[in-house]
């Protein structure tokens, strides 16, 4: 059964547009969880332009669940990963103006660096995922580095390379997760994948939950990746 880790950064972003402490991250992640979420992911940025380092420990304490933590290759992010100690990291690439993460890590570019990431957040403990693009290059460079899971870009939604690239990653005995992009009419073929792992998903959740609240939202997004993944 493919698993559904749900992103609340987009509650935090509503927050941050006034600087309130409203709406409260602990309580979505909390109904996000009511709902059948089997993980939450935050995504830290450099810029902090949502999520908060405060609330990714507030998360860490108070979640039934597990956390995953999206975070940029840097030093200081590793720092505050081996601190908290998420059950997950997955490296993405990030740049300050982009709207929202637009491609895959480049693995290939920088793999003595991310190889050493890899490593420090293994010996924390940590459970370690790379953001890539479906290319078989950057499967090869992320299975050289030593991370055991894959995150599949799915933003572009090229349905056959996605496939492709699926099932190379899973023939060199990577666990393949995806997301991106993914929303209540497009989630179903991707969650029909072969041995797709779990579907991280957050704008379209929180933007449906506005309507019919996070519990809601969540169970719906979850029972159609669950009949999609039978």
Wanted: charged share 25%; net charge neutral.
């Amino acid at each position: 059964m493919t698993l559904l880790g749900v992103n609340i950064d987009h509650v935090a972003t509503i927050r941050q547009t006034r600087g309130t402490a409203y709406p409260d991250i602990l309580k979505a992640a909390l109904d996000a969880e009511a709902g059948g979420a089997d993980g939450i992911t935050v995504h830290l940025r450099e810029d902090r332009r949502h999520i908060q380092l405060d609330d990714v420990e507030i998360l860490k304490k108070n979640i039934k669940t597990r956390l995953n933590l999206e975070m940029a290759a840097t030093d200081e992010m590793v720092k505050i990963a081996q601190r908290i100690k998420p059950a997950y990291c997955c490296i993405v690439p990030e740049k300050r103006q982009e709207l929202t993460t637009e491609g895959g890590l480049d693995v290939l570019k920088q793999e003595a660096y991310i190889k050493q990431i890899c490593a420090a957040l293994q010996q924390a403990g940590i459970q370690v995922s790379l953001f890539i693009d479906p290319d078989n290059q950057q499967i090869d460079a992320a299975h050289r580095v030593g991370a055991p899971l894959i995150e599949i870009h799915t933003g572009e939604y090229n349905l056959p390379k996605i496939k492709s690239a699926a099932a190379y990653a899973q023939k060199k005995g990577l666990i393949v997760n995806a997301g991106h992009g993914l929303n209540y009419d497009n989630v179903n073929a991707i969650a029909a994948i072969p041995g797709i792992y779990e579907l991280n998903i957050g704008h379209s959740i929180v933007a449906e939950a506005l309507f019919s609240g996070m519990k809601n939202a969540v169970h719906e997004m979850k029972r159609l990746v669950n009949i999609s993944a039978k």
